[in-house]
Nanobody
Framework: VQLQASGGGLVQAGGSLSVSCAAS?????MAWFRQAPGKEREFVAA????????YYGGSVKGRFTISGDNAKKTVTLHMISLKPEDTAVYYC????????????????????????WGKGTLVTVSS
């Protein structure tokens, strides 16, 4: 499965932006992670197609929303009230088989469980 991310760019603090990820085949779940310069990769959000369950990292809860179109095999991360600390390279990833709920996993466990990764897309939030 190949993952193609789109979107990203430069936005002012307080603004909004969306990034999307399209998969070339069926997946069990799709997720977004991000990595800021000098920092470890961080879990952002995930969507499990079965039951359309969504999960969010603590730092983005209430500001980011992940949605999906199963027919198009695409997930979109809608980001509002962006902060300079949201600046990072955002990576799309996917699992092909059932996984535990993301809220039961540490970030490292979630990262280790992803089967495929897309190329990152840069989101820059200016102050």
């Amino acid at each position: 499965v190949q993952l193609q991310a789109s979107g990203g760019g430069l936005v002012q603090a307080g603004g909004s932006l969306s990034v999307s990820c399209a998969a070339s085949g069926r997946t069990f779940s799709m997720a977004w992670f991000r990595q800021a310069p000098g920092k470890e990769r961080e879990f952002v959000a995930a969507l499990m197609w079965s039951g359309t369950k969504t999960y969010y990292g603590g730092s983005v809860k209430g500001r980011f929303t992940i949605s999906g179109d199963n027919a198009k095999k695409t997930v979109t991360l809608h980001m509002i009230s962006l902060k300079p600390e949201d600046t990072a390279v955002y990576y799309c990833a996917a699992t092909l088989t059932p996984t535990p709920p993301y809220d039961l996993l540490t970030t490292n466990q979630a990262i280790a469980g992803m089967d495929h990764w897309g190329k990152g897309t840069l989101v820059t939030v200016s102050s």
